[in-house]
C-alpha cells in the first residue's frame, strides 16, 4: 500500500495567526502539535524521536513536559534523553536538547509528585538516572543514580496520597528489582521482587503499589500489590493479585519492527465517584476466553473493584467490526479526577494489518463497562517510516494523562516523513485549570486574549504580544517598555487592545504571572527567546 501524505494544516498556529514555520496536522478538529521542533516551531529534518512520556504539574495544568529517545541522526541508533517543555497547555514547545548532550540516554518516563517537582527517569548502559525538575521542566539540575546496572525497561511513580507514604518515589525495574526512594529521590534502596518485563506501576487511594508485567513468556498479565512499601520502615513485600491471560504479541500483527507491540498499562481511581479505589488494567490480546475479539489484535480492558481480590473482563474497548482484520496496538489508559476512563491506541483498521495506522480514541463513565464509539483523533501514518539506524521500531509506548475536561497524548508518528514526537489535546483546552473551555473563558471576558492566539492571558509565557507564537525583537522591544513598570490588569469595562498594540497588553511581560516584570520575567523570556 503506497504511503499517503496527511492533509497538513498550513503556516499557521491553532489560532489562526500566521507563523514563519508550524509542525501541526489535524483531523476532523483534533490538532496534533509537533513537540521537537527547533526555535521557530520547525521540524529538524534527519533526526529521529520515539517513546514520548508526559508529566503535568498537578498543581498548575498549563505546565508540562515530553521526555523522548532523541536521536539527532537517524542514520545512527546513538539515543539520548530529549525534553521539552510547555508553559501555556501544549500550545507551544521549547525544545533544548538532550538533558545530558552527548551521553547516551533511553526509555523516558516522566512523573511529578503531588507539589508539582518533576521526575524523570532514563537509562544508558551501565546505569539508571532520575533528573529532577523545580521549574516545571524547564531546568533539570538535580541528578540522582537508580540502579548501577543497565535496566531495560523502567517506569516511575510518586505517592500523592496524604497516607504515610507521601511522596515516597517508586521505580520497577524488570525481573526482579522494585527501587524505593523516601527522601524525595535523593537517595533510592534496591528490593527484591518478582515479575516480568514491560512493567507499569501506579498508586492506589490507599498508598499500595499495583505493578503490572508481562508473565509467561509474554502470554499472560502479572498484576502484583504491594501495601507495605509506603511505609519507610518496611521492607516492601509484594504478593500475586491476578493473572490475566493476554498475549502482548500476537501472530499477525507486524507492525513494530523490533518493539513492543503492546505493554500492560495498570491506574488506580483517585475520583470522589463510586468508582474511587478501582484498579484497572489495559493492553492489547489475541481473543478472551472465548475467541471472540474480532481481528489479530483488539484493545483489552481489565477492572477490579474489590482491591484485586478479584478481576473482571477482559472488556473490549475498540469496536472494529468482529469481520475486522486490524492491528490494535500501543493501547494506553489515563483516569480523570472525575472517575473518567479514557483509552487511547494505534489502529489498522483502514487497511488491515498492514503498517498504515491512526489514533483512535474511547472512553468509559461507568468504570470500563460499557465504552463510546471510538474516533479517529490523527491522520494516517506510515510506522515503518523513519527507523533509526539498527534500531528498527517506532518505540515501545505512548503516554497520556487525563484531565476532567479532556486527556493529553504525547505520541510518536511520522508525518514529516520521519519520526517525530507529537502532543495532542483530546477535548476542550483548560489551561487555568477552572474546568471550563479555554474558548468559553475568553468569550465570555473571564479571561482575556489581547494578542488573538485563542490562549487566555494568565496562560501564556513567551512575551509574544503579536501572537504569532514566537518571542523576537519585536516583542522583545515591547518588554522593554513594561520592564519594572506596573502591570495594566485589564476589566470587562476597559478591555485590552487585541491586535496587542499599546500598554493594555503588558501583563504578557509577565511571564512569571507573579504581579511584576522583574528579572525573573527576563530570565523566563530568554529561555523562549529567538533570533533572526
Not at 527484591?192 to 503490572?212: E, H, K, S, Y
Not at 481481528?295 to 481489565?302: D, M, R
Amino acid at each position: 500500500m503506497p504511503w499517503i501524505k496527511p492533509v497538513r494544516v498550513s503556516t499557521q498556529n491553532v489560532a489562526g495567526n500566521h507563523a514563519p514555520c508550524a509542525s501541526h496536522v489535524t483531523r476532523d478538529g483534533y490538532t496534533s502539535i509537533q513537540v521537537n521542533v527547533d526555535a521557530y516551531g520547525c521540524n529538524i529534518p534527519g533526526d529521529a524521536a520515539n517513546e514520548p512520556s508526559i508529566v503535568i504539574d498537578p498543581t498548575d495544568l498549563k505546565k508540562m513536559a515530553i521526555g523522548w529517545r532523541q536521536f539527532d541522526s537517524v542514520l545512527s541508533d546513538f539515543r539520548q534523553a530529549g525534553w521539552a517543555y510547555s508553559h501555556d497547555a501544549g500550545h507551544t514547545w521549547v525544545f533544548h536538547g538532550s538533558l545530558t548532550p552527548c551521553v547516551f540516554g533511553s526509555d523516558p518516563v516522566l512523573t511529578s509528585n503531588a507539589e508539582g517537582e518533576m521526575y524523570y527517569v532514563s537509562i544508558n548502559d551501565s546505569e539508571t538516572r532520575l533528573f529532577r525538575s523545580l521549574d516545571r521542566g524547564v531546568t533539570w539540575p538535580a541528578v540522582t543514580q537508580v540502579t548501577d546496572y543497565f535496566a531495560d525497561k523502567p517506569w516511575i511513580t510518586v505517592d500523592k496520597t496524604l497516607g504515610v507514604g507521601h511522596g515516597n518515589v517508586y521505580v520497577v525495574t524488570p525481573l526482579s528489582s522494585f527501587q524505593r526512594s523516601t527522601d524525595s529521590g535523593d537517595s533510592f534502596f534496591s528490593y527484591d521482587a518478582q515479575w516480568g518485563n514491560g512493567n507499569t506501576l501506579d498508586v492506589g487511594v490507599d498508598g499500595c503499589v499495583w505493578v503490572a508485567a508481562h508473565g509467561n513468556g509474554d502470554t499472560e498479565v502479572d498484576v502484583t500489590v504491594s501495601c507495605n512499601a509506603q511505609d519507610p520502615s518496611a521492607e516492601p513485600a509484594f504478593s500475586l493479585s491476578g493473572t490475566i491471560r493476554l498475549s502482548m504479541f500476537p501472530v499477525g500483527c507486524n507492525v513494530n519492527g523490533i518493539g513492543l507491540f503492546a505493554q500492560p498499562w495498570i491506574v488506580t481511581d483517585h475520583s470522589t465517584t463510586n468508582l474511587r479505589g478501582n484498579i484497572y488494567v489495559c493492553t492489547a490480546g489475541p481473543s478472551n476466553p472465548d475467541n471472540s475479539l474480532p481481528g489479530p489484535a483488539s484493545v483489552v480492558f481489565i477492572r477490579s473493584s474489590n482491591h484485586g481480590k478479584t478481576w473482571d473482563g477482559p472488556i473490549l474497548v475498540n469496536d472494529e467490526p468482529p469481520s475486522g482484520n486490524a492491528c490494535q496496538w500501543f493501547p494506553m489508559i489515563s483516569v480523570a479526577s472525575n472517575g473518567r476512563i479514557d483509552a487511547v491506541w494505534n489502529d489498522t483498521r483502514t487497511y488491515g494489518t498492514s503498517r498504515l495506522t491512526e489514533l483512535r480514541y474511547s472512553s468509559s463513565s461507568d468504570g470500563g463497562e460499557t465504552w463510546s464509539p471510538s474516533v479517529g483523533v490523527s491522520p494516517l501514518f506510515g510506522a515503518s517510516i523513519g527507523y533509526p539506524s539498527n534500531n528498527p521500531k517506532l518505540g515501545d509506548y505512548y503516554h497520556m494523562l487525563s484531565d476532567n475536561l479532556g486527556v493529553n497524548v504525547a505520541y510518536a508518528a511520522t508525518f514529516n516523513d520521519e519520526q517525530d514526537i507529537y502532543f495532542l489535546r483530546i477535548g476542550p483546552w483548560d489551561c487555568n485549570g477552572n474546568q471550563i473551555d479555554d474558548t468559553e473563558d475568553i468569550g465570555s471576558a473571564t479571561s482575556f486574549d489581547c494578542n488573538g492566539n485563542g490562549v487566555p492571558d494568565e496562560c501564556e509565557y513567551r512575551a509574544d504580544f503579536d501572537g504569532d507564537g514566537l518571542t523576537t525583537y519585536n516583542d522583545f522591544a515591547t518588554f522593554l517598555g513594561n520592564f519594572t513598570g506596573p502591570i495594566v490588569r485589564e476589566t470587562a469595562s476597559a478591555p485590552r487592545e487585541r491586535d496587542g498594540s499599546g500598554t493594555n497588553c503588558s501583563v504578557l511581560s509577565d511571564i512569571d504571572h507573579d504581579g511584576d516584570v522583574d528579572l525573573k520575567d527576563f530570565y523566563g523570556l530568554q529561555q523562549v527567546f529567538v533570533t533572526p
